[in-house]
């Protein structure tokens, strides 16, 4: 039974790469911010030995040195998931709440396995779309030759650097690889917006992930005066899909040195809207109007996600099965 560290365990993404992992029988360590929620994410898995699920905490993972006892482990770590990466909106300052995290958490945990965890075969990184794309000159076609740029100067910007942070942040991750040349190789996963089911561990709606907020808004009637827009962005994964590739990423032996861009389709909020409105037709009063205007670009970019399907076997669940299965998790925890 191979053996893995999970950062960031608390995150949404990680917490379904987490449920992944456990059902493909690995044991798993995460990493998260404080006791409180890794006793959360214990209580969440009552049903998991402790043996095949533990966590420790790393309080601040732009520290330096953040991740040296974390990455020590006997029997040792194989692989290492790290997701840990700060996204939301509440930007006081760009280089210490994105930029010093995103970059200096990425390195940090390369920089840790290098030195402390021999055993380490593989480091997958989740990244993101906003590495590929170019909201100011998109290409006709997405995929993973392709890089966003940015300059220092925009990611000042606090609407820039989320984007400029994961530039950063995955570039000098590969030039870690490159100049370091570690034992062991690494993977990127560049997810787009990620929607699906809530974590187990959720404690109320008001903590649910950035991406899924459009979703809770509609169903909270929120947005039923005025649909709000939805770019920049018109690309979205189901978060199980998302996470699976991470377990694909360390399962499949010729994904090593390689990004995937694990997109599902594309989606505006009037679809999501309408699929809402559809499956719950008890919601349709919280609902926008029906004839709102769907504000998806005739000519949206397109995006091959072939290498995704090809080399770790994804298969896309489709947006109206992701929103149904979304907005159940979330009755579930109450709106």
Not at 162 to 177: G, H, L, N, P, V
Request: glycine share 6%; hydrophobic share 40%; proline share 6%.
């Amino acid at each position: 039974m191979a053996k893995v560290l999970l950062t960031g365990g608390s995150g949404f993404i990680a917490s379904h790469v987490l449920d992944t992992l456990l059902n493909h029988g690995f044991q798993v360590v995460v990493t998260v911010r404080s006791e409180e929620k890794g006793h959360r994410i214990l209580e969440a898995h009552l049903d998991t030995s402790k043996k095949n699920l533990s966590y420790i905490v790393v309080e601040d993972i732009a520290q330096n040195g953040a991740f040296d006892d974390a990455v020590k482990s006997e029997p040792p770590f194989q692989f290492v998931i790290h997701t840990a990466s700060p996204y939301h909106f509440n930007i006081q300052d760009p280089v210490k709440d994105f930029l010093d995290p995103a970059i200096k958490g990425t390195t940090g945990i390369l920089k840790s396995v290098k030195a402390h965890a021999p055993a380490v075969k593989r480091v997958v990184v989740t990244s993101s779309s906003a590495t590929i794309l170019s909201p100011s000159n998109h290409s006709k076609v997405y995929d993973e030759t392709i890089w966003g740029t940015t300059t220092w100067e925009e990611a000042m910007n606090p609407r820039m650097a989320y984007r400029a942070s994961k530039i950063y942040a995955e570039k000098a991750a590969w030039d870690f690889i490159d100049k370091e040349e570690p034992a062991f190789d690494m993977v990127v996963i560049n997810p787009p917006l990620v929607f699906g089911p809530a974590p187990r561990h959720l404690p109320n709606l008001d903590a649910l992930n950035t991406s899924n907020h459009r979703i809770r808004d509609m169903i909270q009637g929120k947005a039923k005066e005025s649909l709000p827009p939805t770019g920049p962005v018109f690309i979205w994964v189901d978060v199980r899909d998302a996470a699976l590739a991470h377990v694909r990423a360390i399962e499949v032996p010729q994904a090593g040195g390689q990004r995937f861009f694990v997109v599902a389709g594309h989606f505006s909020n009037k679809r999501i809207a309408d699929i809402i409105r559809e499956s719950h037709p008890e919601l349709a009063s919280k609902m926008p109007l029906e004839d709102a205007a769907d504000d998806m670009p005739a000519d949206v970019y397109g995006f091959d996600n072939k290498k995704s399907r090809e080399v770790l076997g994804l298969s896309y669940r489709d947006l109206k099965t992701c929103v149904d299965d979304a907005i159940k998790s979330m009755m579930d925890v109450g709106v």
